[in-house]
């Protein structure tokens, strides 16, 4: 690669916008991009569509929410064959959310296009569901590695005819433990496809990969913009999953907005929450990639028009939404990296209107907050979920003003004004019975006040707890990081108990040194398949013919079966729960026989001819 071929993607101020069909696009492809509100390509965009449809490799540094994924969908849609059967494209991503977020990319810009079939491949999912697709015939393919390599052994994946291969997030692949298993596929698929490199940084692993597998790439760099505006007022409310809806019904009773957008992962929720919502009073709509353009277009009108309140929609169906009303957003499931965190937040506080966003972060997601807020350097202010007094005060001042809207009313009040001096003196109630009464009646079933809350524990004892808790969380911080690194603690247990406050449980897996496994490795496929993320983890023992992991307590039975079914090198891990007690010796790491980053040496890659 030489110097010409490596470029940094930054449009500067006075050129004239780029549209899409300015590279190179056109036709359905144009028409699902103008669906979506996409009007103008981002930098990656703009910079890899062009060498990507002139057939050319292309590695790209970009951060995750820059817009990567319309930069390589949309050249392999302009150049699908849909008469051909066997996959065409093969998109590796590190996780089944990644895979899956690709799949619906792919759906959705593939709209107009007849006939295109697109398969996600991931662990978890039933083979069944996979192999029905795969024989009926599949144009594209977005799977995690480990899935991709298990239909390979099977043979139940042909690869033979592949003419593009995407490598989405390489970076973490390879922290993952997935070295071995992408190489394997890159040797295991035609000479002459074309390959697209995605990622973040450029470490000297992924320098490797792209010298030997890729031919002549064009290196494109985009300098991510992270930094959130100065007039939004961010905070986080640390809450757990369970009890997220009350306190997201809490923060709506006293923080005074004028329009909100909620932003959740999936959109089952959208609709769920959106119904809770209107259930207890509030004006609320979602959208989400299921919903129709039509329908999309009249939930924003009414947005803007002030007929509805509150929109919860995902990360996709936000996009390009631009309404000056909006006062808060919500992140009721905090997103995992900078990019969409500030690309929501950033739908608040337009046109020098000051805004606010708040974000829900449950225990095990302190490290993602503490990510966000070291990428967009700027800190997010922690906040209280608001008392029973904070939200009685303000019914009470909501009552107060109806009382006072309804007695300006001044014909209406007169006519009952008779009616009631009527009642007082047929009844002999005091006018103050009759109007309390008349409150009840108005108010229905529903109190108008909370109940107290529990009386809270002495100063002291909350002191002592407040401290073991910034100790468990910096714990948490640096146990995190050390893993992210690739290395362990000794000290990372907690007495057997998940950092969380959940208890733990050792478990074994038929791998161990002899299979030259390594502690990321067995986070990787175990994260992959049994969906779990890193605080999930305790200690990891690697002894010669086997290896001990400590894994929450409370695993389900349907996720500790995939778990069962999980390979580590190609071997079946066959994990069950460890009889000889809780590991307690000093954690065994796998020594490493290179130090280009590639993980797993043992395996030879097979060749096949094109």
């Given at each position: ?336 990296d900078s990019e969409p965190y500030v690309h929501r937040i950033g739908r608040t506080g337009r046109a020098g209107r000051t805004g606010d966003a708040i974000s829900f972060v449950t225990p095990r997601e302190r490290s993602l907050l503490a990510r966000i807020e070291k990428a967009t350097r700027q800190p997010i202010t922690q906040m ?227």
């Open positions: 690669m030489t110097s010409d071929d490596v470029r940094v993607a930054e449009r500067a101020p006075e050129e004239p916008a780029t549209t899409f069909s300015d590279l190179g696009l056109d036709g359905a492809v144009l028409k699902a991009l103008n669906d979506v509100g996409y009007e103008t390509p981002s930098a990656i965009q703009a910079a890899t569509i062009p060498p990507l449809l002139s057939g050319r490799d292309v590695v790209g540094l970009a951060q995750t929410g820059t817009g990567k994924t319309a930069a390589f969908a949309l050249p392999i849609l302009a150049r699908l064959d849909v008469s051909q059967k066997t996959p065409q494209a093969l998109v590796l991503a590190p996780t089944r959310e990644l895979a899956l977020q690709v799949c619906e990319a792919f759906e959705r810009y593939a709209a107009h296009l007849k006939g295109v079939h697109i398969l996600p491949v991931y662990g978890g999912q039933g083979y069944g569901v996979q192999l029905s697709a795969l024989r009926r015939g599949v144009h594209i393919v977005v799977g995690t590695p480990g899935r991709i390599m298990d239909h390979l052994d099977k043979g139940t994946l042909d690869l033979g005819e592949l003419k593009y291969l995407v490598l989405d997030e390489a970076d973490e692949m390879l922290k993952m433990g997935f070295a071995e298993d992408v190489e394997t596929i890159l040797a295991d698929t035609p000479d002459d496809k074309q390959v697209a490199l995605f990622s973040a940084t450029m470490p000297a692993a992924i320098r490797r990969i792209s010298q030997q597998y890729l031919r002549d790439p064009e290196e494109i760099t985009v300098k991510a913009k992270t930094q959130t505006s100065a007039n939004i007022t961010q905070r986080y409310l640390v809450v757990s999953y369970a009890q997220k809806v009350d306190a997201l019904t809490r923060i709506l009773e006293v923080e005074n907005f004028e329009g909100m957008i909620i932003f959740v992962r999936t959109k089952n929720v959208t609709e769920e929450l959106a119904e809770k919502l209107r259930a207890r009073g509030y004006s609320a709509a979602a959208i989400n990639g299921d919903v129709p353009q039509a329908q999309r277009e009249r939930t924003v009108n009414q947005l803007k028009s002030g007929k509805l309140d509150i929109l919860v929609a995902t990360d996709v169906a936000a996009r390009g939404l631009d309404v000056e009303r909006i006062s808060h957003v919500v992140n009721f499931d905090i997103p995992t209280q979920l608001p008392s029973v007094d904070e939200v009685n005060t303000t019914r009470l001042a909501r009552f107060d003003d109806r009382i006072t809207a309804a007695l300006g009313e001044g014909e209406r009040i007169e006519r009952f004004r008779d009616i009631i001096a009527h009642y007082v003196r047929h009844h002999d109630v005091p006018e103050v019975d009759v109007a309390a009464a008349l409150a009840v009646v108005a108010q229905g079933d529903d109190p108008l006040l909370l109940e107290p809350e529990p009386e809270r524990p002495a100063y002291a004892e909350r002191d002592r707890g407040a401290r073991r808790d910034r100790d468990r969380d910096r714990d948490d911080r640096r146990d995190t990081r050390d893993r992210d690194r690739g290395r362990g603690r000794d000290d990372d247990r907690d007495g057997g108990r998940r950092r969380g406050g959940g208890a733990m449980a050792t478990y074994r897996i038929a791998v161990g040194r002899r299979q030259r496994v390594e502690p990321r490795q067995i986070v990787g496929a175990l994260a992959n398949e049994g969906g779990l993320s890193r605080a999930d983890f305790g200690a990891i023992q690697i002894r010669p013919d086997f290896s001990l992991v400590e894994l929450p307590a409370d695993l389900s039975p349907d996720t500790l079966e995939r778990l069962e079914r999980t390979r580590i090198s190609g071997r079946l891990i066959e994990l069950r729960p460890d009889r000889g007690g809780p590991a307690r010796a000093p954690r065994e790491w796998a020594p490493r026989e290179r130090t280009d980053g590639d993980e797993r040496p043992a395996r030879k890659p097979r060749h096949r001819s094109s």
